[in-house]
């Protein structure tokens, strides 16, 4: 059987394929992103963007209903937003299986908070799978499947950015090409009212007993759990990347007992673990959920006590709590720099934030690209809390602070995440009579998350056309009468158009379109270069962050502004900022 | 080769993955398990970034910490000093001599350190220095830098040369095969 070096998203991607999968509907949110990108090039798959992960989720749902083996994947955070649909599902159960992905970001690599999703499969009462490889990642996917359909209950496979975005050999199989299951209406099984959910609950419970003993017994079997014995001194019990942590930090000096499915988790298999060890150790990135499972065992675990709930572990910080030692290393005598993620040369947000930034404004901000604009020399942002927040929250602010406000201030929104979860704040604000100004950046593409075609740029995740939302009517047809649309390359028009929105006494929406500059068919003037004979080396260009610009001393000792022409996209947004027009194109 | 742990590092967008990507397969070429950790997301925009690529009879933790890599492949001078902690004490740096600003040196709010590689030689860790923009664009492209570099590593590894050129091949572009080769060339004779 063939063998390939897969991300653990890609063997999601594959375990999929194998799974027999159908209809696979994701919102791109990292680390999970690659899962559903990678199943695109499997034709016996339908695969799409849903506008956000309620929908995505929903569209899995329907095609169980239908008979279809499905799937959806999301971010952790993006779980919340399908928590909705999750915790029904939950009642109703599958026709064909379903599974959700799930990617939890520990240590926050991409992402605004740290929350850890099984919280999630416990409070929704569904199975949740961990893997710890590529090879558990295809394998678990495909056992989530008969999982679902056994037990008749969505599935969530959790995995994490060390999982999702790390490769490693995985052994490939053919696709089991599972029929499309019959559709017979079953209301009492799919319409949850009072009624048929008070019974539903109980089934769930029921459920709930089944798949623990399923965890004690049968996931043994399977492989999904293990018990590794080594050592009757330590014990460890972990599952997904720190299972794979504490096996190259502890070795053979340790004994394991290693969880696939950690939720619900086994009983009977821990006491007994425990009884072989001495010392038994619980390692769990972010919350002790199993842990807490082990006290309420009556098992005795080293778990919070030495392991903290912060970010992520590795093998040293285990070796560290466990053995107590810590590998030698050295570092250089001085202060290094950070270099933290900054807007990319030639993006046009740095124009949008430029035209903006001497107005005093408050900015209600959002998730995507543009949040990089927080930070200095732009300081473009007040608020940022989750995707869609920034319109909602800025009639919220306005309202609290009245109309004179509401004139000061602004919402800056991408336009995947305006049509993930804008829209809505944009309708309360026309309901409610607010008169705030909410700012569509409109790149034509999903950015953050590495390109994804979403619903307002024409075409379908294969990038084949289709229609797009015409943004300028959508608004009008919530009942915004005033519409800007600015280049925000054009800094003294984008200024001008948005003082004057401000003035209004009625909602207005601003767009400020212009493509991504990373997407391939967006064409580049030649890179520009600084007068040395103008320049005074006065920094006014370095405010407007591009990290193409930096100052460089010259032969005669004096400092002038650098452009790098590897690096410089010729967008221009500098040459604003020089009052001695000193940078020009070559 | 028992087991072998390299950093690859950089600036986000220089072309690091592809470079992680290139070492997984040769590794794997010669029998070894593999595992290969990437960044994607947030970092990618202009940020610091790392991967780690780990090599061995059996390999289980995707990630190297401090103390722990056998090379450093860096993409620029100052990213070889951020993440110097993470290499062996008798561990070898692969660097470009590049120097890119970050944000805080281009406000003025800090400074880059000056003569950053000699500082890191200067703590008896062996330093492999290259131009390797200068080599790239010899070759035909400026992208080709992550090439040079690993036609440094090879070298330095004693990797076959023939195996190198091989995932070259089945990995970049076609249309940029020649160009790569020739970036491949240059680093491993430098």
Same mark, same amino acid.
């Given at each position: ?25 994701? /919102? ?30 929903? $569209? ?91 037990? #008749?209950?969505? $599935? ?130 972010? #919350? #002790? ?123 800056? @929104? ?173 | ?50 991967? /780690? ?77 290259? #131009? ?32 190198? @050129? ?25």
């Amino acid at each position: 059987m063939e063998k390939k070096l897969l991300l653990g998203n890609e063997a999601v991607a594959r375990g999929l394929y194998e799974a027999g999968v159908r209809v696979v509907s994701s /919102y791109p949110g990292t680390p999970s992103t690659e899962i559903t990108e990678s199943v695109t090039k499997y034709d016996e798959i339908y695969s799409e963007w849903a506008p956000n992960e309620k929908v995505a989720f929903e $569209v899995a749902i329907g095609a169980s209903f239908g008979g279809a083996r499905s799937f959806c994947a999301m971010k952790h955070v993006g779980l919340n937003v399908a928590a909705d649909p999750l915790y029904t599902a939950s009642y109703i159960g599958v026709n064909g299986g379903m599974v959700c992905a799930v990617a939890d970001d520990p240590g926050m690599h991409s992402s605004q908070n740290e929350q850890d999703s099984r919280r999630h499969a416990i409070a929704a009462k569904v199975p949740m799978l961990e893997p710890s490889d590529s090879q558990d990642a295809l394998d678990f996917t495909k056992a989530a499947y008969d999982l679902s359909e056994r037990f #008749d209950t969505p $599935v969530l496979l959790r995995l994490s950015t060390r999982i999702s975005h790390s490769r490693s050999l995985v052994t490939l199989s053919e696709r089991n090409n599972v029929e499309l299951k019959k559709y017979e209406r079953n209301v009492m099984k799919n319409v949850m009212m009072p009624a048929m959910a008070r019974k539903a609950h109980a089934k769930v419970e029921e459920r709930n007993e089944a798949l623990t003993l399923w965890a004690d017994t049968e996931a043994f079997e399977l492989g999904i759990n293990r018990e590794e014995i080594f050592s009757d001194e330590i014990g460890v019990i972990a599952a997904g990347s720190t299972y794979a942590y504490a096996r190259e930090a502890l070795g053979e000096k340790a004994s394991y007992l290693k969880l696939g499915i950690v939720n619900p988790l086994p009983k009977k298999a821990i006491i007994d673990f425990a009884k072989k060890v001495k010392t038994l150790y619980v390692i769990e990135e972010l #919350d #002790d959920v199993i842990e807490t499972h082990c006290i309420k065992l009556g098992v005795k675990v080293i778990g919070r006590e030495i392991f903290s709930p912060l970010g992520e572990y590795n093998q040293s910080i285990i070796a560290k709590a466990i053995l107590g030692f810590e590998k030698e290393c050295v570092s250089v005598d001085c202060d290094i720099p950070a270099r933290p993620p900054v807007l990319c040369p030639g993006c046009p947000h740095r124009g949008l934030y430029y035209a903006l930034k001497d107005m005093n404004l408050y900015v209600s901000g959002d998730i995507g690209c543009y949040t990089l604009g927080a930070q200095a020399p732009l300081s473009m942002m007040d608020t940022c809390v989750c995707m869609g927040a920034s319109v909602s929250a800025l009639h919220g602010y306005n309202t609290a602070r009245g109309s004179e406000a509401a004139k000061k201030s602004i919402a800056v @929104i991408g336009d995947s995440t305006f049509m993930h979860s804008g829209i809505t704040g944009l309708i309360d604000i026309v309901y409610n009579k607010g008169i705030s100004t909410v700012i569509v950046l409109d790149n034509s593409i999903t950015g953050m998350t590495g390109h994804q075609n979403n619903p307002l740029n024409g075409k379908t995740i294969k990038g084949d056309p289709t229609t797009a939302v015409d943004l300028e009517a959508l608004a009008r047809a919530i009942g915004i009468n005033r519409i800007v649309v600015v280049d925000p390359f054009d800094i003294k028009a984008t200024k001008s158009a948005v003082a004057e929105e401000l003035l209004a006494e009625e909602p207005s929406l601003v767009i400020s379109r212009r493509p991504c500059a990373l997407l391939k068919n967006v064409k580049h003037e030649p890179s520009l270069v600084v007068d040395s004979d103008k320049c005074v080396g006065c920094k006014m260009c370095l405010k407007v962050g591009c990290p193409a610009i930096s100052q460089k001393k010259q032969e005669n000792g004096r400092t002038k502004a650098f452009i790098d022409p590897n690096q410089c996209l010729g967008c221009g947004v500098c040459v604003e900022t020089c009052r001695l027009d000193a940078i020009k194109k070559a | 080769m028992n087991s072998i742990n390299i950093l690859i590092v950089g600036v986000g967008g220089q072309g690091t993955l592809l470079a992680s990507k290139l070492m997984g397969k040769i590794f794997i070429d010669a029998g070894m398990d593999v595992k290969v950790s990437e960044v994607h997301g947030m970092s990618q925009r202009g940020g610091s970034v790392v991967t /780690y690529v780990r090599a061995g009879e059996k390999v289980f933790s995707p990630v190297i910490d401090k103390g722990e890599a056998d090379v450093m492949i860096s993409f620029e001078a100052l990213e070889s000093a951020r993440w110097l902690p993470y290499l062996k004490k008798d561990g070898v740096v692969i660097s470009n001599t590049a120097q890119i600003d970050p944000m805080p040196v281009i406000m003025g709010n800090a400074t880059y350190p000056e003569q950053v590689l000699s500082m890191i030689a200067e703590k008896g860790i062996k330093v492999v220095s290259a #131009d390797a923009l200068s080599l790239a664009e010899q070759a035909g492209s400026a992208k080709a830098v992550n090439i040079v570099l690993l036609g440094i590593t090879a070298r330095q590894l004693g990797l076959d040369k023939g195996t190198c @050129i091989e995932a070259i091949r089945a990995t970049v572009p076609q249309k940029t095969i020649e160009t790569n080769e020739k970036a491949f060339e240059l680093g491993y004779n430098l």
